[in-house]
């Protein structure tokens, strides 16, 4: 397995420099123009100076480049400098946004705090809630508890989350006023007030992303196990005179996992995408609203570094879906 | 209109009058939301609204402009004028008296050297200044004396207003921003965020796209002004979302841009917490007619250029049966409510320049029906009027909006009842209005016969606004497609008259010459079919005291007089 | 958990060991009697599939959907998109029976012409994101060699930001496409395409995850040493084993290409803006929900009803093609 892990990371490489420059193009060839923002009473020759002067007009090899050079060689030594108070980078020009003209990795370590507070969150939630109404729903197949669980995640699912959110502002925030419309970024939490101040902004944002997340995860668990449970070990497991919690919790659940550590294994660098939709009905502004206004703003540097991370991020979480199948299923081998 | 402004001016009157025994941040905070969040503060290197209204907040120009689009003093003692001397007589430059008691917000004394290196840091060649065209003709900028500036033109203008005036061009300080210059600019990251302001407020903390931070300023001119102490911008969510936090939750005080059908307005303003206004510049929402052939048969280079006329479009009287057949009215009462008004005009303001043309207002269906059967369009067995095997079917295009789309789907109506058969198509607005060379979709490109979008000028002198129409602007291969004729238009006479008005200085003439330009663009030709003289709409709570909505100017223009009213 | 008397006699079921597989027989070996196994098998799918309350109820709602949308606006004429705008925001009335929206268009037409447009869109995306998915995620899971490269590619196309992706296949395939199959026909291809080829990366994923440990089982041990072809092992052996996933994929695939559509068409992506699906009649309604609030509701319900539907019909599919289940 360690020799695979190593393999596996070393053949990573190539494939995010390739995925880089895969995304780079796209964003290239994708219509759209930085300067679209910028009034129609900004005359022709204004926008030519103002494209230049963020770099468009250098070919784009050259300014791929310049981005791999910035992301993999400056910015790193700009942390080394942050970290050990040295100056190797200095004068060295970092990846800099086109909307913000400020640094993109600034700009992302001032988004990720409330992202991973409230998509983190939700998706933690998502996941506790749904695996047990997963199993209890697959072992009580048909019953009441299950029909309920299908109807209310079938649901969940298939109503958008610009519904929901806008639902769920209008009766706690409008009418029943429990809990504030806009989420605040700038709160800290210092003490218990502040605490449950956070607390009350989250609620919201936090159901409507966790029912969504919760549906989906629990669907996969419930035909899993299902499809487990019919197998011969349990009945031989039962033969034996093991407990029906024994069974089912340790034999049917752990063979029963490989879908859903997949599909957990996908949804966490989403978590780090962000929430894009939810995001914007709360007003949370984490990395989905930046990501979305970045990508509607053409902003090709803020854009291809999220989309980067974000590609690493998913190589990652493969790998360790791919280890852990072999820890569930110790058959499944790689070399 | 009348009625409103006159409203305004009174609410503005009792600012000044409450703010007279108030103190300085006696009120707390206040907060605004701007669903499309500021990405910096620096408006020279943005150019959106979102950028000098937030700008605005900490920085000012020499002179702003009112909510009747008049010039006042801002940093200068007066406005320079023939008479005081302040414009020379040959009009090729004008001198600023600036006032000698401002400071900027960290305590040092505002002086001519900053309004000099303002103008060179916008003219840098390499700093790709978003309001590059506010100093455009300039030669230098000169400081007289240490309160004295002076800006020299290369020609007469009979407009020199441009440069340091309004919320667009303010005036940075030089010792903050003097590394900033050029090529540098992008690097000042922090000088961007946090810049040093003479105006009401100060930013203590920016994060972009997200929230700003404000505090009074210990420095303001007006020592009880801002009646605020402090004040928090949120971006973020959409319009809806926004007026939402203002008129039924009242977890806001002021929304920016709340651009919502007024039936959802009218519900939410029920809650009573506050209410919305709209201010009208010079925002015009309107069709253009493609006078070029847009068809995708002909070869790339040569779609919607002047090679090919449009097949029928080119023809006077489908373009004025086009416009005949729109109800405005009943546009502006779907769509805009308050913050619309129809119009038959290109250019709907200042009242000088505004052209008495009326006709357009009530639709005219059977007049349109008679103009085409006059003109030999005749209806084929499917409805749509044909000529010569031509058949009058269109694409129309437009960004995407709801109330664009609501507008669509009545046009198209309407033109179906003239036999003018459309297919709809929306674009998305990053694409749409961006002049990316490559994309098919691009306002510029038009491969389309007809388009929708809203346009405006900036500050109160319409001459640039109108010579965008000349034969020579029309956007093609040759200029990368970047001309601002998007209708095509080419007609000699205009193109005099748009070479003429350059050189008329009595205000009277030039403003004849400017009505007469809208009406060839419009009823004359119907080359631009003007659909609604739009506002611009905010939201705000009925306890914030002081808000003038002004569309002339930054929407901030007056934030150092709002103040907290009991309720 | 006991099998039917049915499935015991069968010898050769018998002899497959625990192969959950529908057709658990190979033809070749003896035809006749294969033949004859695989119609009753078919019917047996059928008598248990109709068995299942939920499955039958929810085939029937789903039928009337489709009965709803291409029948009803045979009988219900007027046009979608008629704009009647003295009759707007109407309620409930004989000429209008489910009312009409801000701009006087009747609700009810439009509910079945969108709904036509979103059941097509929302069906055959997800056909074709589960076929690709499977495809590639079989295709991993099963040949070794081809594991690394395939799962290389699922990845690049994780990390692709969708928005950018789609706004370049629009610009590119939108003329070409409308010119070949007229402007309603090549913007249906289009959208399609665009999903399915951007939502099949969770079902090939799952899918290879399970065939990973699926081929490591005795049963396919057992099938290939006799020699079964790859061909033949993947439709036999492999793919019914990993038909529940498969379906749950498709389920939520459909609802996912419902939303996936209306916000396209949000984005300028989609159909013409006067052409109404469920997602849009919903997204459009929202902003007037409190004061109009049928108008998200009939769409919603429609929407999640639709959902429903093909997940009890999925389940019921399920159960009735899992052998060990049937006749329980």
Same mark, same amino acid.
């Given at each position: 397995m360690l020799s695979f892990t190593i393999r596996r990371l070393l053949l990573a490489i190539p494939t995010l420099l390739f995925i880089s420059l895969v995304i780079f193009l796209l964003l290239e060839a994708s219509p759209g123009d930085p300067l679209a923002d910028v009034p129609l009473t900004v005359p022709p020759e204004v926008r030519e100076r103002m494209r230049e002067a963020l770099g468009l007009g250098d070919p784009w090899p050259i300014r791929y480049i310049l981005w791999l050079k910035q992301f993999f060689w400056v910015e790193p030594l700009h942390w080394t400098d942050q970290v050990f108070g040295t100056s190797f980078s200095e004068g060295m020009q970092r990846i800099i946004s086109f909307q913000s003209r400020s640094p993109v990795f600034d700009v992302i370590a001032q988004r990720v705090p409330q992202t991973l507070t409230v998509v983190g969150m939700s998706y933690v939630v998502g996941v506790l809630i749904a695996i047990p109404i997963g199993i209890l729903s697959a072992y009580r197949q048909y019953s009441w508890f299950d029909q309920i669980g299908t109807? =209310?995640?079938?649901?969940?699912?298939?109503?958008?989350?610009?519904?929901?959110? =806008?639902?769920? /502002?209008? /009766?706690?925030?409008?009418?029943?006023?429990?809990?504030?419309?806009?989420?605040?970024? @700038?709160?800290?939490?210092?003490?218990?007030?502040?605490?449950?101040?956070?607390?009350?902004?989250?609620?919201?944002?936090? @159901?409507?992303? %966790?029912?969504?997340?919760?549906?989906?995860?629990?669907?996969?668990?419930?035909?899993?196990?299902?499809?487990?449970?019919?197998?011969?070990?349990?009945? @031989?497991?039962?033969?034996?005179?093991?407990?029906?919690?024994?069974?089912?919790?340790?034999?049917?659940?752990?063979?029963?996992?490989?879908?859903?550590?997949? =599909?957990? %294994?996908?949804?966490?660098? %989403?978590?780090?995408?962000?929430?894009?939709?939810?995001?914007?009905?709360?007003?949370?502004?984490?990395? +989905?609203?930046?990501?979305?206004?970045? /990508?509607?703003?053409?902003?090709?540097?803020?854009?291809?570094?999220?989309?980067?991370?974000?590609? /690493?991020?998913?190589?990652?979480?493969?790998?360790?879906?791919?280890?852990?199948? +072999?820890?569930?299923?110790?058959?499944?081998?790689?070399? | 209109m009348k009625l409103k402004t006159v409203l305004m001016g009174a609410v503005a009157t009792l600012a000044m009058a409450s703010a007279a025994f108030a103190e300085r941040g006696s009120d707390g905070q206040v907060n605004l939301i701007m669903w499309q969040a500021p990405s910096t503060m620096n408006p020279y290197l943005s150019g959106g609204t979102k950028e000098i209204i937030a700008g605005s907040l900490t920085l000012e120009p020499l002179a702003g402009y009112d909510t009747e689009g008049n010039i006042f003093p801002r940093l200068v003692t007066e406005i320079p004028s023939l008479e005081n001397g302040g414009i020379a007589e040959d009009l090729t430059s004008v001198t600023w008296k600036l006032r000698d008691d401002i400071r900027w917000s960290d305590g040092t004394p505002f002086t001519a050297d900053d309004v000099v290196f303002t103008g060179e840091y916008c003219m840098h060649p390499e700093g790709g200044c978003s309001q590059l065209a506010k100093f455009e003709g300039v030669t230098s900028i000169e400081a007289v004396d240490p309160h004295t500036v002076r800006v020299n033109f290369d020609s007469p203008r009979p407009d020199p207003f441009s440069a340091f005036v309004g919320g667009q061009s303010p005036i940075l300080q030089k010792a903050q921003f003097e590394n900033c210059i050029g090529a540098n600019a992008p690097t000042c990251t922090e000088q961007n965020f946090n810049p040093i302001g003479t105006g009401a407020f100060r930013v203590t903390e920016f994060l972009t796209n997200d929230t700003i931070t404000l505090e009074a300023s210990p420095e303001y001119r007006d020592p009880e002004k801002p009646a605020f102490a402090t004040m928090l911008v949120k971006g973020g969510g959409d319009a809806a979302g926004a007026a939402r936090s203002v008129l039924e939750t009242g977890e806001f005080d002021y929304a920016w841009n709340t651009q919502l059908a007024p039936d959802v307005i009218a519900g939410m303003e029920a809650a009573g917490r506050g209410k919305i206004s709209a201010a009208f510049g010079s925002l015009v929402e309107r069709i253009h007619v493609n006078l070029t052939d847009p068809s995708s048969s002909l070869p790339d280079g040569e779609r919607s250029t002047l090679e090919h006329p449009h097949p029928f479009l080119s023809d006077p009287a489908v373009r004025a049966a086009l416009s005949m057949a729109i109800d405005r009215g009943l546009l502006v009462e779907i769509g805009y409510g308050l913050a619309g008004q129809p119009t038959c005009n290109y250019v709907p303001a200042p009242e000088a320049w505004a052209s008495d043309n009326t006709e357009c207002l009530t639709q005219d269906i059977e007049g349109a029906n008679a103009l085409l059967d006059e003109a030999g369009w005749v209806r084929g067995p499917d409805g749509v009027r044909e000529k010569d095997g031509v058949r009058l079917s269109m694409l129309f295009q437009t960004s995407v909006n709801a109330v664009r789309q609501d507008f669509q789907a009545l046009i198209k109506q309407w033109w179906s009842e003239i036999g003018i058969e459309s297919e709809l198509k929306t674009v998305d607005a990053s694409v749409f209005f961006g002049s990316d060379a490559g994309s098919p979709d691009t306002l510029q490109k038009f491969y389309a016969d007809v388009q929708m979008y809203a346009d405006n000028f900036e500050g109160t002198n319409p001459a640039p606004y109108l010579a965008k129409w000349t034969c020579n602007k029309a956007p093609s291969p040759a200029n990368q497609w970047q001309g601002e004729n998007i209708s095509r238009f080419c007609d000699e006479e205009f193109d005099r008259l748009v070479d003429e008005i350059e050189g008329v200085v009595d205000a009277d003439e030039r403003a004849t010459m400017g009505r007469k330009m809208n009406d060839m663009l419009t009823k004359d030709s119907n080359a631009i079919i003007p659909i609604v003289y739009r506002g611009t709409a905010s939201a705000h709570s009925n306890t914030l005291g002081g808000v003038a909505l002004n569309a002339w100017d930054s929407e901030t223009w007056n934030v150092a007089d709002w103040y907290r009213l009991e309720e | 958990m006991t099998d039917t008397t049915r499935t015991d006699t069968d010898p050769l079921r018998a002899a497959a060991g625990n192969a959950a597989t529908p057709e658990g027989i190979s033809p070749p070996i003896v035809p006749p009697q294969a033949e004859v196994a695989t119609r009753s098998q078919w019917l047996d799918v059928w008598r248990q599939f109709r068995s299942h309350r939920g499955a039958m109820v929810g085939l029937v709602i789903f039928v009337s959907i489709i009965l709803f949308v291409s029948v009803g606006p045979l009988i219900w004429t007027i046009d979608p998109t008629y704009v009647d705008i003295r009759a707007r925001n109407s309620g409930f009335s004989v000429a209008h029976p489910l009312g009409t929206d801000q701009l006087g268009r009747d609700l009810l037409a439009r509910l079945m012409a969108g709904g036509q447009v979103s059941i097509a869109v929302g069906l055959t995306a997800m056909i074709i994101a589960i076929f690709i998915g499977s495809l590639i995620g079989v295709m991993s899971g099963y040949f070794r060699r081809l594991d690394a490269p395939l799962m290389r590619l699922t990845e690049l196309f994780l990390a692709l930001p969708l928005l950018p992706l789609l706004l370049l296949m629009v610009t590119l395939f939108r003329e070409p496409l409308s010119q070949t199959f007229g402007p309603a026909l090549g913007i249906f291809f289009l959208i399609v395409g665009a999903i399915g080829a951007t939502s099949w990366m969770q079902a090939a994923r799952i899918v290879r995850g399970e065939v990973l440990g699926l081929k490591e089982r005795e049963f396919i041990l057992a099938a290939r040493s006799i020699g079964t072809p790859s061909h033949r092992m993947i439709l036999r052996h492999i793919l019914p084993n990993v038909l529940s996933p498969i379906m749950v994929a498709a389920t939520l695939g459909i609802a996912t290409a419902i939303i996936t559509e209306s916000a396209l068409s949000f984005l300028g992506l989609g159909f013409p803006p006067d052409f109404p699906t469920w997602g849009r009649l919903l997204y459009d309604a929202v902003d007037q929900m409190v004061l109009y609030p049928w108008r998200v509701i009939f769409p919603g319900v429609l929407i999640s009803l639709t959902v429903l539907c093909v997940n009890y019909i999925g389940d019921g599919l399920r159960d009735a093609m899992d052998p060990r289940i049937r006749g329980r």
């Open positions: 109807f =209310v995640s079938m649901i969940g699912f298939s109503m958008p989350t610009f519904f929901t959110g =806008v639902v769920l /502002i209008i /009766i706690f925030a409008v009418n029943l006023q429990w809990f504030p419309s806009v989420y605040d970024t @700038t709160l800290e939490v210092r003490d218990w007030d502040s605490f449950l101040q956070q607390a009350r902004q989250m609620v919201m944002p936090v @159901t409507v992303l %966790a029912l969504y997340n919760a549906a989906q995860i629990s669907r996969f668990m419930r035909s899993s196990m299902l499809d487990n449970l019919g197998q011969d070990y349990v009945r @031989t497991a039962r033969a034996k005179g093991l407990s029906e919690r024994v069974v089912v919790l340790k034999h049917v659940l752990r063979n029963s996992l490989i879908p859903v550590v997949t =599909v957990i %294994a996908l949804g966490l660098p %989403a978590v780090f995408g962000g929430a894009i939709i939810t995001e914007q009905v709360f007003k949370v502004n984490g990395l +989905g609203q930046l990501l979305i206004s970045a /990508i509607h703003g053409n902003d090709i540097p803020m854009v291809l570094t999220l989309t980067f991370i974000f590609a /690493i991020l998913i190589v990652v979480f493969t790998l360790v879906a791919d280890i852990l199948y +072999g820890v569930l299923d110790p058959r499944i081998r790689y070399d | - | -």
